[in-house]
């Protein structure tokens, strides 16, 4: 089999040749879709590279997962409906038993979102994967990171650390525990937050996606917004397995981890307690702070109303 038998046989024949806007999908040199009147096109593209983003013997499922989710976590944080995705697959050998598992976790997560497939690429060479994401949102109703505001409350879905947490153990085994199935499920498979994303899509005045650890992405949307911020460190929602580390651990863990694929978000103040209410139907949300004047300054309070110092960062390509 060559490339283009590969594609045809684990890719195309999963998805309907035309649907809704879709004009044209895999099988020509470009896609061409029709973006509804009085919408616009939110787009997110992401690369994980075998031995950065995930170890060289990870399950081909859960590599297909985790590269499409993490592209969807990055359209939910801007309140975005996803709605067609490309993949471009660099493989080192033609493994069909590999690329079968993979296309089959891909595809089904992809049609579990509603998303079509349009396009790629497929070529020989060290193992990476590239996604990107098309969604739609109503004219003017995407999410930035610009919009917090002095006062806004901050807060954050579900619970932080856990991947990082699974990280570690699989690292060095004797000086963390067991990870909880949960935990080892937020590493491998995040769920990205998208009927949240389009449920703060009126009320959120800022948003992003924790892919960094919520320090450097909360500082995105503080440089961005022009503002400051104040954390309680007692607010923070950590993981199980994490309350049962020093301290100090579990506060660098949870804030510079990475990998959580929450959404941190803020919302005004005196909001109708209907819209937590919805929101907390969805899942967990958590307020952990407000927006102050202390421009692209994030302060972090403990339990005694003192500062508290954190000397991890999150990290970065070529640091």
Not at 2 to 23: H, R
Not at 54 to 83: C, Q
């Amino acid at each position: 089999m060559n490339e283009f038998d590969i594609i045809e046989k684990y890719f195309k024949s999963a998805y309907p040749s035309s649907k809704g806007n879709l004009t044209l999908g895999i099988g020509d040199d470009a896609a061409i879709i029709n973006v509804a009147e009085e919408s616009e096109l939110v787009i997110s593209t992401d690369t994980l590279v075998s031995g950065v983003h995930f170890f060289e013997n990870t399950l081909p499922e859960d590599i297909a997962y985790k590269a499409l989710s993490v592209n969807l976590s990055d359209i939910a944080a801007m309140g975005a409906l996803p709605r067609w995705v490309s993949l471009s697959l660099t493989l080192p050998s033609k493994d069909l038993d590999w690329i079968e598992k993979f296309s089959s976790s891909f595809n089904q997560l992809a049609i579990d979102q509603s998303l079509i497939l349009i396009g790629g690429d497929l070529t020989k060479g060290p193992l990476s994967i590239t996604v990107q994401i098309h969604g739609v949102a109503p004219q003017g109703q995407s999410l930035r990171r610009s919009g917090a505001n002095v006062g806004d409350l901050i807060y954050v879905t579900g619970e932080l650390g856990a991947a990082a947490y699974a990280l570690k153990h699989i690292e060095d085994s004797n000086k963390f525990a067991q990870s909880t199935d949960k935990e080892i499920q937020r590493l491998y498979r995040p769920d990205a937050r998208i009927k949240t994303g389009l449920e703060l899509r009126n009320v959120a005045t800022s948003c992003i996606d924790i892919s960094d650890g919520l320090l450097a992405d909360l500082g995105h949307v503080l440089k961005a917004s022009n503002v400051g911020a104040e954390i309680k460190l007692s607010e923070i929602p950590y993981s199980d397995s994490l309350k049962k580390l020093d301290e100090d651990l579990a506060i660098t863990l949870a804030l510079t981890g990475g990998d959580d694929y929450e959404l941190c978000f803020t919302l005004p103040k005196g909001l109708p307690d209907s819209v937590m209410d919805e929101l907390k139907l969805i899942c967990p949300v958590h307020c952990i702070g407000q927006i102050n004047k202390d421009v692209s300054k994030l302060s972090l309070i403990n339990e005694n109303d003192e500062l508290y110092e954190i000397k991890s960062k999150a990290y970065r390509h070529f640091n």
